[in-house]
């Protein structure tokens, strides 16, 4: 990938950057570019961030990509992307604050969610961003929010996982249940991980009581039933995912993977929502809040020990394309992290 000889996104007088962009929904390889392009301009509610790193999840992808479709609908873009630059975690330096914003200020080190962090500069809600957690890199940081926002809100307020219950934990080598494993942990309960043969040892030391490879095992198979199953990676069956559930247990859809183009498998998620208020099952799903409240409780994790980001690979700022295809082949050990 090169640097467009003519740029496109520039306003003569405007200090510029470079950034991913995109024009039109597509794959990787085909659709992302990096390009020298206008600063982002800021709101009064609003804060400039100099990015330093930015982690790649997987609605990254879905972004690119405008699938499943329902995400063109809700206001991404019908035809092509409202946002051309991808990235929504991100750690770095603010630059420069609204005339709202009284919690942060230029120089200070944060992290958070940004609008387009696959970019020199990123604008964000100051509502979104916190102060980054003194014991961790910049691309430690990068590597928090999405995901860990996501575990946290799926193991606390969904989950509602108390010390001393089982939990398993499907797609625990991944960015979102690597984070999972460990808040599980904190929580007091007694964590089994589901992942690939390769993966087994990394789930290990992320602190899991247990470790299933799925490619030998069955998660029904033993007999064991948990208390928590939060389902982050796979597709799995519901009828499957109930047989290894306490009869008053809980199941958290946190992702599903399908390749379908209208439901991507949402219609899993539908399903357990419609069928839960007949079964003493609790089976639902949720989408996942920004808010900077909850980055600082996983300050407090990170800071104690009880909480480290996973970080598998790095990748500089000019290769986007090749981090994103490598996280969605399914590789990743954790989180997978763009420096800037």
């Known amino acids: 990938m090169t640097t467009a000889d003519a740029p496109t996104h520039m306003t003569p007088g405007t200090e510029t950057m470079q950034a991913i962009v995109q024009d039109e929904y597509g794959e990787a390889g085909d659709v992302l570019r990096l390009e020298q392009i206008d600063r982002p301009e800021i709101g009064d509610d609003r804060v400039l961030v100099r ?7 997987r609605g990254v992808w879905h972004l690119m990509a405008g699938l499943p479709y ?42 958070g969610i940004a609008d387009g962090s696959f970019a020199e500069y990123a604008s964000a809600r100051a509502d979104k961003l916190a102060p980054k957690p ?10 928090v929010p999405v995901s860990a926002l996501t575990a946290l809100q799926a193991v606390r307020d969904h989950g509602s996982v108390q010390a001393g219950q089982t939990v398993l934990i499907i797609g625990a080598s991944g960015g979102v249940g690597s984070f999972a494993v460990q808040i599980a942990k904190a929580f007091g309960a007694e964590v089994t991980g589901v992942c690939s043969t390769a993966k087994v040892d990394m789930v290990r030391s992320l602190g899991a009581d247990h470790v299933v490879d799925y490619t030998q095992d069955d998660i029904a198979g033993s007999g064991q039933r948990y208390d928590v199953i939060l389902d982050i990676g796979g597709h799995r069956s519901l009828s499957l995912l109930r047989r290894a559930l306490a009869p008053r247990g809980t199941l958290v859809l946190v992702g599903a993977e399908t390749g379908g183009r209208w439901l991507g498998g949402n219609d899993r998620q539908l399903r357990a929502i419609a069928l839960s208020p007949f079964v003493g099952q609790k089976l639902g799903t949720f989408v996942a809040s920004e808010n900077n409240a909850d980055l600082g409780v996983l300050t407090e994790l990170i800071e104690s020990g009880k909480v480290t980001p996973a970080i598998d690979r790095t990748y500089p700022l000019s290769e986007v394309p090749e981090a994103i295809r490598y996280m969605q082949a399914g590789h990743a050990r954790g989180k997978v992290v763009i420096t800037v």
Do not use: C, M, W
């Not at 003194?134 to 691309?139: P, R, V």
């Open 51 to 57: 990015v330093r790193a930015a982690g790649v999840d």
């Open 70 to 111: 329902p995400i063109r609908l809700a206001g991404y873009g019908l035809r092509t992307p409202r946002n051309g630059v991808r990235g929504a975690d991100v750690a770095g330096i603010v630059e420069a604050v609204g005339k709202d914003v009284t919690t942060l200020q230029p120089g200070d080190e944060v992290f």
């Open 134 to 143: 003194e014991s961790l890199t910049f691309e430690q940081a990068a590597a």
